[in-house]
């Protein structure tokens, strides 16, 4: 577990699925109008972030589907970060059969008290928000509950391009973005 409490704004800067492209992990990490505070990888692609050079930015990550042998940085299938009051998930999204439907994730978070859910695997860039008050299985959410998918920084099937996402934190205030290369 982590906590850091962060008086300022927190921006965090998403991986998926980079399969072999770290060319494009680095391109995004160029592109961004500051560096971020964390990197975050949601799996399928942990070796390629030993060719990920941060410098002094920490980095979080989690293993995905085709991470067969560990890394020092993604030794976990799941992962969760405490920031700004929030309790962040990160996973790959395999475990919880993501490109049929968000459903058993969702549950999963509901019964972990997750209010930010980062997945990857489906390589499409999602953003779906449970609103507060819902009942998911035995839990009614207190606070509105989002799940995250950057997309793939490696490919697409869709032939858009390799996908990043973002996320800025401060306080109560959450705010998701995508960008393509």
Known sequence: CLAIRWEAVMELLIFSDSHGRVENMHAALERQVKAPDAVLFLGDGARDLDRLFLCDTPLWAVRGNCDWS???YAD???RFLYFEGHTILLCHGHEWGVKGGLGALIAHAADIGADIVLFGHTHKPTLM???A???VGK???SRPMYLFNPGSIGYNED???PCFG???LKGETVLFGHGRL
């Open 166 to 168: 973002t996320l800025t």
């Open 133 to 135: 008050g819902e009942a």
């Open 139 to 141: 839990t009614t959410l």
């Open 159 to 161: 032939g858009a391009g």
């Open 76 to 78: 976990k299938t799941e």
């Open 129 to 131: 928000t449970v609103p």
């Open 70 to 72: 560990l890394s020092d």
